[in-house]
């Protein structure tokens, strides 16, 4: 387990979307006028999280070929602004922005789960950053919900699986492929996986499928973002 300060850092009094001034009694990541960006127009497949042209519970793709897990819940497309704050958490070292961004992923959440577990982060990538921004998420969603508890550890990833960042989808599969073990088996029958970016969805699939092979039942998704499938119209 890593450990980070504790997140308490006062935000800067500007909006960081246009670089107005922010009223100071107004504790956000942006200005008033700039909060429209947050509010999603699209409705989205309750499953895998992508946008859909009509409002439906889910796709066509999940409703033939559902995921291993229930719900996946998101703050939107990874897109500005969101994609911006995303690059200033893992490139820019500024992990206390992940705090404001988990208050509102927290409000969109109906049921929370009763355990979170959080996707590890490969060694010399958090020995580089300093921090899992996975596992920073995980700790302050776990704060607004006191009735679910953060599992740490509780997956392993080996050693000398390549990045996942450049592969195709049919990479990524073949590359995640044994790569993660379950180092701590959760005690409630309804986990919640939490990520910061889901991509293809290649990763969270296999960590659903290794909690399903431990007798959990029900899995969720908690992520700030979700990338668009380019290869569909």
């Known amino acids: 387990m890593m450990f980070w300060p504790t997140i308490t850092q006062k935000l800067p009094a500007v909006?960081?979307?246009?670089?107005?001034?922010?009223?100071?009694?107004?504790?956000?990541?942006?200005?008033?006028?700039?909060?429209?960006?947050?509010?999603?127009?699209?409705?989205r497949c309750h499953q895998c999280g992508l946008t859909m042209p009509l409002r439906h519970d889910q796709c066509g793709d999940c409703l033939q070929t559902p995921p291993p897990w229930q719900h996946l819940y998101c703050l939107g497309d990874y897109d500005f602004p969101l994609s911006k704050y995303l690059h200033q958490i893992k490139y820019q070292r500024q992990f206390w922005l992940i705090a404001p961004l988990a208050a509102r992923l927290a409000n969109i959440i109906s049921t929370p789960a009763p355990q979170f577990v959080y996707v590890p982060s490969r060694w010399r990538r958090q020995i580089m950053r300093g921090f899992n921004q996975s596992e920073i998420l995980a700790y302050e969603l776990a704060r607004y919900f006191t009735n679910s508890h953060l599992l740490h550890d509780a997956f392993r990833l080996k050693h000398g699986i390549a990045t996942q960042q450049s592969l195709t989808r049919t990479q990524r599969i073949r590359n995640l492929k044994q790569a993660f073990t379950l180092n701590k088996k959760p005690l409630s029958s309804h986990v919640a996986i939490i990520d910061?970016?889901?991509?293809?969805?290649?990763?969270?699939?296999?960590?659903?499928?290794?909690?399903?092979?431990?007798?959990?039942?029900?899995?969720?998704?908690?992520?700030?973002?979700?990338?668009?499938?380019?290869s569909k119209p």
């Open 15 to 43: 909006c960081q979307i246009c670089g107005l001034i922010v009223n100071s009694s107004h504790s956000s990541l942006c200005c008033q006028q700039c909060q429209r960006y947050f509010f999603q127009r699209e409705p």
């Open 196 to 230: 910061d970016v889901v991509t293809t969805g290649s990763t969270v699939r296999h960590l659903s499928e290794l909690l399903l092979e431990h007798g959990v039942k029900k899995i969720d998704i908690y992520c700030l973002c979700r990338t668009p499938d380019y």
